[in-house]
C-alpha cells in the first residue's frame, strides 16, 4: 500500500503539473516538453552505457530538440512537398548518422545507429504527440482532449492495481514485468472505461460506445507501455531508467504509459472515428 501511495501522490503532483503547462499551449508546454525529453534521453543514455552501448550523444539531444520544435502545431513554414518538418527531420537524422558511421565509423556503427534512431523514435518522436494533441481539434477543445489520456492512464494505473492486488493470479507477461496480471490488466481496463464515461458524459461529448471502444484503445495503449519500457529495462539491465525523480525512478519510469496512451488518443481522434 506505501507503493499505491507514493504512485498516487507522484501522479496528482505530475497531473498538476502538466495542467499548468498545458494552459497556456505551445509557449510553455513546448519548453516543458524539452526539458523532460533533454532528461529521458539522459537516462535511456545511461542505461546503454551500462551495456557498453553507444550512440551519437550530442547528435541525439540536437535531433531531439529539433523533432519537438517541429512537432509545434500551425507553424508559419511548411515544406514544399508536403508533409511535417517532423518527417523531414526524422529523415534528416538517418541520413547524418549514416554519412557519420560511413566518416568515421568506430565499433559497431550499426549498434550505433540503430540504438540512437531508438532513442529519437521512442521518446522526443512519441512526445512530439504532446503538442500535436494539445491543438486537436483546437487549442480549446484540445484542453479536454489532452485530458483524457491523462486521466484514463491514472484511472487504468490504480484500477490495475489494486485489481492486481486483491485478485491477481495469472501472469500477464511474466519474461518482462512479473508482477503484472491479467486480473490487473483488466481491473484498469474498467476503471479506465468508468472514468472515461463520466468525463465525456459531463463535458457532452462522446456516446456510450464511444467511450468505451476509446477506454479500450487507451487502456491498452497505457499498459503496453509500461510493458514496454519495462522491456527495455530488462534487456539493458536496469532496475530503474534512473533517479531523475528521487524515491519514484527515472522520468522514463513515469512517462512510460502517457508515451503510448497520448499518440493513439491524437491518431484516435485524426481517423474521424468520433
Known amino acids: 500500500m506505501e507503493t499505491l501511495s507514493s504512485r498516487v501522490l507522484t501522479a496528482i503532483i505530475g497531473f498538476a503539473l502538466v495542467i499548468v503547462a498545458v494552459y497556456f499551449g505551445w509557449v510553455t508546454l513546448l519548453p516543458s516538453l524539452l526539458l523532460v525529453a533533454m532528461l ?61 558511421e560511413v566518416i568515421r565509423p568506430g565499433e559497431r556503427p550499426l549498434e550505433r545507429i540503430v540504438y540512437s534512431l531508438f532513442g529519437l523514435l521512442y521518446i522526443p518522436w512519441l512526445l512530439g504527440y504532446f503538442l500535436l494533441l494539445r491543438y486537436t481539434p483546437n487549442a480549446s477543445d484540445g484542453l479536454l482532449y489532452f485530458a483524457l489520456p491523462l486521466l484514463a492512464t491514472f484511472a487504468t494505473d490504480i484500477g490495475g492495481f489494486f485489481a492486481g492486488y486483491y485478485f491477481g493470479r495469472r501472469k500477464l507477461a511474466p519474461e518482462v514485468s512479473p508482477a503484472k496480471t491479467v486480473e490487473g490488466a483488466v481491473g484498469g481496463l474498467v476503471a479506465s472505461f468508468l472514468l472515461v464515461v463520466l468525463v465525456t458524459r459531463m463535458a457532452g461529448i462522446w456516446s456510450f460506445s464511444d467511450a468505451f471502444v476509446y477506454a479500450a484503445l487507451v487502456a491498452s495503449a497505457s499498459q503496453l507501455g509500461d510493458l514496454s519500457e519495462s522491456l527495455l529495462k530488462r534487456s539493458l539491465g536496469a532496475k530503474d531508467s534512473g533517479n531523475t525523480l528521487p524515491g519514484h525512478g527515472g522520468m522514463l519510469d513515469r512517462l512510460d504509459s502517457l508515451l503510448f496512451a497520448v499518440p493513439i488518443t491524437y491518431l484516435f481522434l485524426q481517423l474521424g472515428v468520433f
Open 40 to 100: 529521458a534521453l539522459r537516462e535511456y543514455i545511461q542505461m546503454l552505457d551500462r551495456r557498453d552501448l553507444d550512440v551519437r550523444r550530442g547528435s541525439l539531444y540536437v535531433f531531439g530538440a529539433a523533432l519537438l520544435i517541429a512537432s509545434v502545431p500551425n507553424l508559419p513554414l511548411t515544406p514544399w512537398f508536403g508533409g511535417s518538418w517532423r518527417e523531414v527531420i526524422l529523415g534528416f537524422a538517418l541520413f547524418y548518422f549514416l554519412v557519420v
